[in-house]
């Protein structure tokens, strides 16, 4: 629950909302799993306890890449589905942590491992914010920013992970600034024209891949077929008017596939007009099927691209030895 939720439950129970968020911030932004909330009345208290549970995730896996330290955590569901979380570091001061938002996923881009798991069922957003809870416990520095580009597609389950957005974005949960969460999409439209509706602070991503609808639906088959290319860019053409903030479009690059100069050439033409930021990300494929590009391939591509006058980043992937880089969480023991 968010403190507003939360506070509207207690208050038939004779709880005021300074109690209930007092509560909250216990449970939420301290990590503690007992009731003795401070300064509060303890008849009070046992009937907050009686109506509240405070389940957690059972953590089965924890591993640490030493090359630069990205830690993957593996987590065991009641129902026994599991899920995958990645500490990220940023610079000796902070962590980033990617999140799931659902077990498995429907989508089923060729290049991912998830993908290749199917779907098991979204997440509730208690799962999704104690995910941050028992990292955040065991972290040596603050974590200052989320991104839901872990297990599946957050915006198929949109509700939730709003609200576990506004849980971590409060100042008496996560208190992480909306800015420094970032909700990544393969494309569903309707959510995405939702989610510039509403007007949240939160950054969106979204994962391009290809510049036609060809190209596309080779490598994300299932969100090409729903929604298409054209009513994509159209939607983060909406979004970028409406916030009038660059859009951030994720793309995952492989070798001798969707690099070339043709592919560069449309993308520019695609993305004509519109105010974006490129993310340019290394395939991880641990199957072997899929490959970067080389250097010279990955120059030549972005040299291509430079009409758009657009930021291009090479985004760092790391946690390769242990399986955490982008592309590569399959929720294996």
């Known amino acids: 629950m968010t403190p507003a939720e939360l506070t509207e439950l207690l208050a038939p129970h004779g709880l005021s909302a300074v109690e209930s968020r007092r509560i909250f911030a216990h449970h939420v932004q301290h990590g503690r ?17 009686e109506l509240l549970d405070t389940p957690t995730l059972e953590v089965v896996d924890r591993r640490r890449d030493p090359a630069d330290n990205f830690m993957k955590y593996l987590f065991k569901l009641a129902d026994g589905a599991l899920v995958e979380a990645v500490r990220i570091p940023i610079f000796d001061d902070k962590y980033t942590l990617c999140l799931s938002s659902q077990a498995g996923c429907p989508l089923d881009c060729v290049f ?6 199917g779907f098991t069922r979204n997440l509730e957003t208690w799962e999704i914010v104690e995910q941050l809870r028992i990292v955040r416990d065991e972290a040596d520095r603050p974590i200052r920013g989320v991104v839901f580009m872990g297990m599946g597609e957050p915006f198929l389950n949109y509700d939730n992970v709003i609200r576990a957005a506004r849980i971590f974005a409060d100042p008496s949960g996560g208190a992480i600034s909306g800015r420094a969460i970032t909700i990544s999409t393969s494309g569903v439209v309707p959510a995405i024209r939702r989610f510039t509706d509403e007007r949240h602070p939160y950054r ?41 903030q660059r859009v951030t479009l ?37 199957t072997g099927r899929f490959t970067p590009p080389s250097d010279a391939e990955r120059r030549a591509f972005i040299d291509a691209l430079q009409p758009l006058g657009a930021p291009i980043v090479r985004r760092y992937s ?14 294996t023991g």
Do not use: Q
Request: aromatic share 2%; proline share 3%.
């Open 33 to 49: 799993r007992h009731w003795d909330v401070k300064h509060m009345a303890k008849v009070k208290l046992a009937r907050a306890a």
């Open 204 to 244: 969106l991503a979204i994962s391009l891949t290809a510049a036609t609808r060809a190209r596309r639906r080779s490598l994300m088959p299932a969100a090409e077929k729903t929604w298409p290319i054209e009513e994509l860019i159209d939607a983060a053409r909406e979004h970028a008017a409406v916030t009038r």
């Open 112 to 117: 991912c491992a998830t993908g290749r798991l």
């Open 318 to 331: 790391g946690g390769k030895d242990v399986n955490a880089a982008c592309g590569m969480l399959a929720a």
């Open 250 to 286: 994720e793309y995952v690059a492989i070798a001798g596939v969707n690099c070339g100069a043709d592919d560069a050439a449309a993308l520019v033409e695609l993305l004509r007009g519109i105010p974006v930021r490129i993310n340019l990300i290394d395939v991880n494929d641990a």
